[in-house]
């Protein structure tokens, strides 16, 4: 599952992500799966028809990434591989970084943050802070769901998946 939360010049988007194995340089061996959230640039497009056209638009360069993984699948419930990535290099993430207070209630660090954009960004002002803030509660909500739709094996992999050297399943 994807949702996506746009807003003037960003959105989040959230969904359940599943790993073989993201490495010994990841500093986490074997399989895991949770739920990841990222912070991206929204940017429309030119029309590509008349004014009552759809209006195109694109979901682009990752700014800021939180992944509320764990050990798959003996690790549910332990937010044993939480962690988040504050920075990206075009495509690519930053090291991963682990925050004991995010290990500790990922759902209340991650409404902390969602209140404070220019904070997660680095930057000093941004135009979509309010309006991020405002919906705080409700994409906290909505992660919390896919938290618990993760765990509960509703999405798993299919059987034999581990098989693969380097599969991925999910929309980010």
């Known amino acids: 599952m994807l949702y996506l939360y746009g807003f003037q010049e960003i ?4 969904g359940d992500v599943y ?19 990222e912070l991206r640039q929204l940017e429309r ?3 590509r028809a008349t004014i009552y056209s759809a209006q195109p ?19 549910r419930g332990t937010n044993d591989r939480v962690h988040y990535h504050p920075v990206f290099d075009g495509w690519d993430p930053s090291w991963r970084k682990f925050d004991p207070a995010l290990t500790a209630d990922p759902l209340g660090w991650l409404g902390k943050r ?4 220019p904070g997660m960004l680095s930057v000093a002002e941004h135009p979509d802070t ?6 705080s509660d409700e994409i906290v909500a909505t ?7 993760v765990r509960s094996g509703a999405n798993d992999p ?5 098989s693969e050297p380097a599969y991925r399943l999910g929309w980010l």
Request: glycine letters at 10%; hydrophobic letters at 40%; one cysteine or more.
């Open 11 to 14: 959105c989040l988007v959230t």
């Open 19 to 37: 790993f073989v194995d993201p490495g010994p340089e990841a500093g986490q061996e074997g399989a895991e799966s949770g739920v990841r959230l």
């Open 45 to 47: 497009q030119p029309l």
């Open 57 to 75: 638009m694109s979901v682009e360069t990752p700014l800021f990434r939180v992944d509320l993984f764990e050990t798959f699948p003996e690790g």
């Open 114 to 117: 969602l209140t404070d954009l």
């Open 130 to 135: 309010a309006a991020l803030a405002q919906r």
């Open 143 to 149: 992660v919390g769901r896919l938290l618990e739709e």
């Open 158 to 162: 299919p059987a034999g998946w581990t």
